[in-house]
């Protein structure tokens, strides 16, 4: 018996020890630890639906809506509105660009202007940390191009070929007795400038292509290090492997029931815990927006498969063309802490109390019942120091409440350290009454935010007017 007893035990501990080994070597995905994704969308149309919107995702797959459902950036150039935004990081992750079709559908122009006499240029945004963008800029692409009558659905890829970015978007023209959109292609290292636009995909007769994005594959999958999908009554897919090189037709999604017709703005991402790649596709005919379709080879049609239902999640904006990237661990620190979901308020006044505090042709001022986003600000973490509030404005995201020459006026923050002093307040207890609250000065700390003549401005409080000029109480 002693001896069955030890031949068993010796097959427990071998047991123990494989099973201990599998678990070392195996690891189980840490999901919460593990730096997730991040896309950037449009969500629609109209003013506000036709702007930059972040959305986050631990997965991949089940995406949150950033900054309280509201836009993170605003186009204040050319048509005003922005759609289709591609977001690009450098290859050493120093600098980051958003780049996006200038386009405001029923805001600034109808489809057939846009079509046959839209802009020419692009909108581009420059950031150092996914944080604090740039005001954004127009870049003319299409400008160059004999009768080119727009600029859509902007695209950029490092080339290790050329040492610098391929730019590539859609544009309409005639030629050769059709006019359609076409993609054309320019070379880039900074979007400030580009070279001479040239052709880049143009489809046979007066077949169209507008969106087409390209996912760089690693060696071992594939026959190809490049695959790019593209809208052109199909979702096709095309190989190569150099971006300027030739492209080899690999067949499109039709075998799954997908179509040109029923999808667009096809946008790649890989998994980071996988040998997986999902194509998102936007399903504006049927107005649902995006689905993922999953494969684990790009090159090959065959292997995309449909999602099943409940095995993904878009949040509550509808997600409309966009792109995703992959995040460090420190971008996604800094994308979760800047772009947290912290909803709107509005500062009512406290001797006024029919008034808040709003902001109008960038002035700031206090007015009567205001229930605009023009009331409305998110009180973030102060920019210069720990323990303060800024105000940022809810409809145009990145424009603080910031006093200058005393006065107060919304303004774009420059990044810079003295927009951040002049921006940052420490949140007191009402001078006019406790329960409310008033706001000193960072760098004036002898003075608060209050109102004259119902314009706001920044002063000493010295009477019994001024702390109930200066009091204010923070409300939904």
């Known amino acids: 018996m002693s001896a069955v007893l030890s031949r068993l035990a010796a097959i427990l501990v071998a047991a123990c020890l494989l099973f201990t080994g599998q678990a070392l070597t195996t690891p189980q995905r840490a999901a919460a630890a593990d730096p997730g994704y991040l896309m950037t969308h449009f969500i629609g149309e109209g003013s506000t639906g036709q702007q930059m919107y972040f959305s986050y995702s631990a997965d991949g797959l089940n995406w949150t809506d950033l900054n309280g459902g509201g836009m993170t950036l605003r186009s204040t150039v050319g048509t005003r509105g922005v759609r289709d935004p591609a977001l690009v990081r450098s290859p050493d992750g120093s600098k980051y ?176 815990d996988r040998n997986e790649w999902t194509l998102y596709l936007d399903q504006y005919a049927a107005g649902k927006g995006y689905m993922p379709v999953s494969t684990t080879n790009p090159s090959a049609p065959s292997t995309f498969k449909l999602p099943t239902s409940g095995t993904y999640s878009l949040g509550g904006n509808k997600k409309r063309h966009g792109s995703i990237l992959n995040l460090t661990a420190a971008e996604d620190a800094r994308i979760q802490a800047r772009w947290a979901n912290v909803p709107g308020k509005r500062l009512q006044s406290f001797n006024f109390q029919d008034r808040y505090v709003r902001h109008a042709n960038f002035d700031v001022r206090i007015d009567q019942n205001v229930t605009s986003q023009d009331a409305q600000f998110r009180l973030r973490p102060g920019l210069a120091g720990s323990g303060t509030v800024s105000f940022e404005s809810v409809n145009f995201p990145g424009y603080y409440l910031r006093h200058a020459g005393f006065d107060f006026q919304l303004v774009y923050n420059d990044g810079t350290a003295q927009f951040a002093a002049d921006a940052t307040f420490r949140q007191v207890a009402g001078l006019a009454d406790s329960s409310w609250s008033s706001f000193q000065s960072y760098n004036y700390p002898d003075r608060y935010i209050r109102h004259y003549a119902y314009q706001l401005q920044l002063d000493p409080i010295t009477t019994a007017t001024g702390r109930s000029d200066a009091t204010f109480r923070v409300t939904s």
């Open 97 to 272: 660009w958003i780049i996006a079709t200038d386009l405001c559908i029923d805001c600034g122009q109808t489809w057939s202007q846009s079509i046959n006499d839209g802009s020419r240029s692009l909108v581009v945004w420059e950031s150092t940390d996914l944080v604090t963008w740039s005001a954004p800029w127009l870049l003319n692409v299409a400008g160059a191009i004999p009768d080119g009558r727009n600029a859509w659905a902007p695209e950029a890829i490092w080339d290790p070929a050329s040492n610098d970015y391929v730019l590539y978007w859609a544009t309409n023209k005639p030629l050769n007795g059709a006019t359609k959109h076409r993609i054309y292609y320019a070379h880039t290292s900074d979007f400030r400038s580009i070279t001479t636009p040239q052709i880049y995909i143009d489809r046979p007769g007066t077949q169209e292509i507008i969106d087409t994005q390209i996912v760089e594959v690693p060696s071992g999958v594939g026959n190809y290090r490049y695959v790019r999908a593209s809208g052109d009554g199909q979702i096709t897919l095309e190989g190569s492997n150099s971006i300027l090189g030739t492209w080899t037709n690999l067949g499109n999604l039709s075998g799954i029931g997908l179509t040109g017709s029923q999808v667009e703005g096809p946008m790649w991402m890989k998994f980071r």
